[in-house]
Every structure is written in C-alpha cells, then in structure tokens.
C-alpha cells in the first residue's frame, strides 16, 4: 500500500486568513489525500497520564467555560431602537428609532438593549467599538423579528458585517448575516478582534456569505475569533445556537479561533454547507508576534452539528484543530462529509511546548465520511508536531470508504490514547480501518490503540 499524502491548508497572511498554499493545491491531486490537522498538545507536556481540569458546571457542559456559562447573561437597563427604515436620526424609542448605528452605540451604557429593526444594506462593515457593559449588566444588541444586517453592497475586501473590536461584556442576539458575496477575501458575518472579552453571540443566523473566487485562495468567515494582539488576549467568548448555511468559505472556515485567543465555548451550533471547513481553533502562524501566545487554547467546542462540509479545493476537516491547544470536543454530530474530526499542525512553532496538543475528543458521532472519521498528527516530516490527544467514545458509520482512504490516520503525533470507539459500515464493508503513514518516524510513539469496536 501506497504512503497517504496529506494535504496542507496553510494560512498565509492576515488579510488573507486561511489562505492555502500552493503546495496543498499540487498535493489534492494526488491519490491519497486525507486531510491531517491539528490543535494543542498539552503545553508540550508528555506525560501522557496527566488529566484535564474540566469543572462540572451543569452536569452535561463539562469543559473550559471561562466566566460565562450560558448565554443567558444579566442585563438590565434602558431599551433603544434603531430602524432600516428610519428616515432621519431619531432619539432612540420605538416611535422615533436611531437610524445609525454610529449614532446609537454611544449612548449605550451597561445594562441596555438596542433592537434592531428591519433590513441594513450597508457599503461596508458596521464597527461596534468602545462598547462596554459590566459582569452584572451586558449591553445587548438584539434583532426584532426578520431583522437583517446585509453585505450585498460591500465591495471591499476586509470587510465583515460586524466587526466588534475593544468591547466587553456585550451580547449579540437573534441577528441574521446575509449576503455578503462581492469580495474575494476577508468578507462574512462578525469579526472579533482584540481588545475583547465577555462577547456573546447567540441566536444569529448566517446565510449566503461567499467569496467571489472560491477556488483562487478567496476566502470569507461566517464568525472568525482572531487574536492577534500580543498584549491584550481575545477571552470568554460564548458562541452558541447559530445556524450558519448556504456559505462559500473558498480557503477559509465557517466558525474560526485563532492566535491569543482563550476560553472560547463554541455550544450548540447548526452548520450546514460551507464549502470548507466548519470549525477551526488554530495556532502558530504569527498572526500574534508572541509566539507563547500565538495560539487558541482552552476552547470547549460541544453539542454542535456540522453536515455537508465538503471543499472544492482540497479535504475538509468538519472540526478541524491545527495548533489550538486545551480543547474538548465533546457530543458533537457529524454528517456527510470529508474527514469527521482533524488534529494536525500546519506550521513548526517556536518551541515544541507551543505545538498542538492536549486534546479531549469525546462521545461524538460522525456519519458518512468518505475520507474517514479522524486524522491525527503533522502531515507532513518538516512541519509541526501533534501531542497528547485522546479520542474515547465516539461513533462512526460509513466512513473511510473513498479510494485509498481509511477510517483513522495517524501521521507524526505522540501521547495518543485511541480507546473504547465503535464504527459500522454497513455501506461499505472491508474499508481500512487504522494507517500510520510515518509509523517509523522518531516522533511517533506512544500511541495507545485498545477498546476499539469494528462492525466489519
């Protein structure tokens, strides 16, 4: 049997995030393409006995929540309006509504609520900045029923929606993100960029947001997380029922963290087609210049259901870690794609403490995936490393099935505990079950293979 060749999804440049290489464009058109990615690997840390500090909060959303718990976060104050449809700048109540959102955000103090009303079409992004509520009284920007912030007259590239920047305790609700299909990179739904924290997403729906160059490195976010401040980390970010569908990420992800980024809950969300990738923590590519903070960590990815993430350009991992590092990946579900679960390292960090690794994933389930369930460790020799992951108790069916493909991959990765699975193919019988691809690396040890159930 032929050694698999993995494929590369490098990140290029800031304006152009997740921007792939060429080198992974040559590579697709090789035979064995599965798709290796990775998050975090325990600060370096290589006793693989070492456990995760993982507080049981409500009995089910075990993981690393940071401050915030749930979306349901206090606030209370005065309630302002701001309309599409408003013909001049009002004072901000029902009967005379803001008609700018420039104007409305500076009368916003802690506790209040701005509802927003109607359909904005906008030539470029909506920036909340300087906004700022306290622990026991959010600012919230909510929409009125078939409230819409729309892209279609965005041009520019670099333009999201939304970019919310030097903000805290501020929650977004019930909003959707449309049409934003114009530019070939750096468009979507909300950016978040740092100085941030306490910023709470929920209840959004994003839809029809596409590069115009999909296979030509074009690339669009529906929400990208994106630390790259070397003195002011992006934390306690709470992203939860979202449906995120009819989207064209070209190069990039749907739902992205990256860089000095931590405790970030990605809870409950709804992704369906995106032309890529769904879920992305990453690390390790200078976006932030501290290397021993150029990476997400302490992120709980839970209860999501991801379907039909399948990229023109190369293998989509549905959840895809390269280079976070303290994740749990727990009881999310997977639908008809290409690779279910990827934990790689696209780049070398500075030190093998920064690489991808300490990694929980745990009791998910993952349904026709023709390149496989789950790919581990850097993909290729001179690129990065992957450490101390444990994938327990998660089931797939009908995967693995794609010419040379196999259910699991394991490339350059160490402290790997594969326990206690189960995978059926009743569509498909006979697929490989495990590969190693550099089996007789020097880096490769330590992976523990035991307790796994084959329905073939």
Known sequence: MRDFQFLSLTKESEKLFFKKSLLALALSVLAFIPLVTGCGGGGGDDDDDAEFTTPVLDGILTGYMGDITSPNVPCSGNTYYISASASSEGSGTSSSPFKTFDVAKRVLQPGDTLIVQGRFTKSERIKLTSIHGSASNYITIKGASGAALSGENITANDNKILKIEDCSYLKIEGLTFKDHTHVKNGGGGIGVYPPANHIVINNCTFKNLKTTHPTDHGTTNGIIVYGNSTSSTINNIFISNNSFSNMATGWAECLTVTANVEYVNLIHNTIDTTGNIGIDVGGNYKYCKDPSKDFARYIYIYGNTVKNCVSPNATAGSIYCDGGQHIIIRGNSLYDGETGFSTGAEKVPAKEAYSTGDILIEGNSVNNFHHGVW???????????????????????NTGYGTHQAVIVFNKCRNIEFTGNSFTNPDHPNVTKVYYSFRDSPYTKNVIDQGNTWGW
């Open 375 to 397: 790919h581990c460790g850097g993909w290729q020799t001179g690129l990065g490393w992957v450490q101390s992951v444990r994938f327990r108790n998660n089931t797939g069916i």
